[in-house]
Nanobody, 122 residues
């Protein structure tokens, strides 16, 4: 079992930055691919980014490429999402996730955090 707790959400103006963190507990954090999803009001949850178990591979949604960076620190059982040049359309609840596999290609999450709200004002 894996428990995930997100932090770092908040209100920011367009063009600003935020860094989300996700602290994980449970088995084998260092052997799991991890990822971020988001869900805006009235929309389905969508993929944002994923990172492989050692951080060598990273994947991003087209909508965030060049603006968001996913990273991880396996010594702290934590992943991060650095979000720059934020836009109002980035407003959503952001969810951390963990997979049962090491690799982030075709990322499929098995565990979810409770989410953290990000609001970008225009």
């Amino acid at each position: 079992q894996v428990q995930l707790i997100e932090s770092g959400g908040g209100l920011v103006q367009a063009g600003g930055s935020l860094r989300l963190s996700c602290a994980a507990s449970g088995r084998a954090f260092g052997n799991r691919a991890m990822g971020w999803f988001r869900q805006a009001p009235g929309k389905e949850r969508e993929f944002v980014a994923a990172i492989s178990w050692a951080g060598a591979s990273r994947y991003y949604a087209d909508s965030v490429k060049g603006r968001f960076t996913i990273s991880r620190d396996n010594t702290k059982n934590t992943i991060y999402l650095q979000m720059n040049s934020l836009k109002p359309e980035d407003t959503a609840v952001y969810y951390c996730s963990a997979a049962e596999t090491r690799y982030s290609e075709n990322y499929y999450p098995n565990y979810w955090g409770q989410g953290t709200q990000v609001t970008v004002s225009s």
